[in-house]
């Protein structure tokens, strides 16, 4: 009874300590609180206050890096024929951003086959733009989710900012007579071409041929025999182009070559005597242009690169490209009439979108089991 008596006391005492305690406690604890809120709030408002000057309006460039007005960095990477070009763009795009945007533009470059960069690129090269042989490679990075699918709408003439045509090119004088693809299925007549498996440019190779055949009166299955038997009268099947030009201009290999117009056009404004003929039924081979979303995200400079790429399609950059010997452009035929009238006529000719595209052109006929591996091993 006395215990009990005696509890409360003690007990009482204790939470009253404790009540006190923890009142004084809250209290510094609003106090501090209070200070830091105060701090913070001015600090908000300042960096807001700071923030209003360079966060762009809605609608307004999403690049951090151009709205700040730093120098900016570009990667370019491409295959090996266009860089000529771009070394004659790139200083003419330099001076346009700088006087429009008052910013410097650097540009990092890097050139090789389009393969070889494209495996590149999925490895790690941190590209912000790519100038590829072929669709199919551009397809493989959007496989790697580094390029946006719709990546061909984004841009003018679908993304193609270079066109050219396959050339044969002959001996001198061309003594075999040489007029048209058919030829290169006689018996007297033996050539060179780069390998479809490891070249971009051999694939465009056997598809001219195989779309000649259809555009002269062939089906499938006749343009399959006609390839076969042209393709066994092939002398060097190189790795790539240049190896296959070597083998014939430097190793005299051959009656003749099968290659891209403008690089025979070139060699040819640089002193090199070549005959060549462009077969009236012929194909198109289109040269890619792309941003690669990933990066310029990633980088900040999508404003700076999605502008150097639809710079690649005004007049004054295309007179590069055709400097170089690709045609004037489908799209801006009509403005380049007299450009147009230099080239040797083409009466027919056929395209990758009547193949059904890259991804089925590539997979049908030059993936693993596919036509050409069926040609290769019944030759």
């Known amino acids: 009874m006395t215990v009990r008596q005696r ?27 209070f200070v830091v809120g105060a701090v913070l709030s001015l600090s908000i408002a300042a960096c807001s206050s700071g923030n209003n000057a360079t966060t762009p309006a809605a609608g307004g460039s999403a690049s951090p890096v151009a709205d700040q007005k730093k120098d900016v960095e570009l990667t370019l990477v491409a295959y090996a024929v266009p860089k000529e070009a771009h070394d004659a763009i790139i ?12 910013q410097n533009v650097t540009f990092n470059q890097s050139y090789g086959g389009s393969g070889s960069q494209t495996r590149a690129i999925i490895d790690g090269l941190e590209a912000d733009v790519v100038n590829l042989a072929l669709g199919a ?33 002959t ?69 790539d182009a240049r190896e296959s030009t070597d083998a014939f201009a430097k190793q005299g290999q051959g009656d003749a070559l099968l290659n891209y117009e403008n690089e025979v056009i070139l060699a040819k404004n640089k002193g090199e005597k070549l005959d060549y003929v462009v077969p009236e039924v012929n194909f198109s081979i289109d040269i890619p242009v792309a941003v690669v979303d990933k990066n310029v995200d990633k980088h900040g400079t999508r404003e700076v690169a999605e502008a150097f790429v639809q710079y690649l399609f005004t007049p004054e950059a295309q007179e590069e490209f055709i400097k170089l010997g690709f045609r004037p452009l489908a799209a801006s035929a009509d403005k380049n009439k007299e450009l147009a009238a230099k080239y040797p006529p083409v009466k027919t000719l056929g395209t990758i979108k009547e193949f059904g595209g890259w991804e089925q052109a590539q997979d049908k006929y030059f993936g693993d089991k596919g036509v050409f591996d069926e040609i290769r091993a019944a030759k």
Do not use: C, M
């Open 91 to 102: 200083p003419k795009f330099v001076e346009k951003w700088k006087t429009e945007k008052g």
């Open 171 to 239: 001996r001198e004088g061309n003594p075999k007579n040489i007029k048209t693809f058919a030829d290169l299925t006689r018996d007297d007549v033996k050539w060179v071409t780069a390998d479809p498996k490891t070249s971009g440019g051999a694939r465009w190779n056997f598809l001219a041929l195989w779309d000649y055949n259809l555009k002269t009166g062939g089906n499938e299955a006749k343009a399959k025999e006609f390839v076969a038997k042209a393709y066994k009268n092939v002398v060097v099947l190189a790795k």
């Open 7 to 33: 509890a409360p006391k003690p007990l009482g005492n204790l939470i009253h300590y404790f009540t006190d305690r923890l009142r004084f406690t809250s209290f510094r604890q609003f106090v501090s609180l």
């Open 137 to 169: 490679d551009v397809l493989k990075l959007v496989k790697a989710e580094l390029v946006s699918p719709d990546w061909s709408t984004k841009v003018p003439n679908n993304g193609i900012v270079g066109e050219t045509v396959v050339a044969v090119t």
